[in-house]
């Protein structure tokens, strides 16, 4: 695996601004987010929202040039606008790497929400993402929708996260 060095070319962070963002995803998307302030721990770039159903999220401006996980990439995180995403909300466990990490985490969701694309999105994963940190990233998600499922969902849940678990650890290897 190779890692990014340190050595003082990552750009800063841009500082947000919030209105205007809010304004233009209206513009885009028709969704009225509420601003409620800038996310603690001094974090320039994003602020936190909220949905006009009270949903919490946190709305960056993300980095050029920079690679920025989601972490919890699905079609609920999306703002679509003329059958295009035109923004991806709820960064609360954003951070930098490899952004097929996204892609596994999307992966997981269409199991269950739309498994006539898995094929496709199985074979792209593949064909991107070396076999180990496959794995890796596949038992990563495994423990994490599971242990998810254990504290907030019912054993139905579990079994679900489970069985589509098993099935990406048979197939990757």
Do not use: K
């Not at 596994?104 to 498994?115: E, G, N």
């Not at 064909?127 to 940190?133: E, L, Q, S, T």
């Amino acid at each position: 695996m190779e890692i990014e060095p340190l050595d003082g070319t990552w750009q800063r962070v841009p500082r947000l601004d919030a209105v205007a963002a809010v304004a233009r995803l209206a513009e885009l998307t028709g969704v009225r987010l509420a601003i409620e302030g800038p996310c603690g721990g001094g974090e320039v770039g994003a602020a936190y929202v909220r949905w006009p159903e009270g949903r919490r999220s946190v709305l960056t401006s993300g980095s050029p040039g920079s690679v920025e996980l989601v972490a919890d990439y699905h079609p609920d995180n999306l703002l679509v606008h003329n059958g295009h995403i035109a923004a991806v909300v709820d960064w609360d466990g954003a951070g930098r790497g490899d952004r097929h990490f996204d892609l596994v985490t999307l992966r997981f969701d269409l199991s269950r929400r739309a498994p006539e694309l898995t094929g496709w999105l199985d074979g792209l994963l593949r064909d991107a993402i070396p076999a180990g940190r496959l794995r890796a990233y596949w038992a990563h998600m495994s423990l994490r929708l599971v242990d998810w499922s254990i504290r907030h969902h019912g054993p139905a849940a579990v079994d679900d996260w489970l069985s589509i678990a098993e099935t990406g650890i048979r197939t990757s290897g």
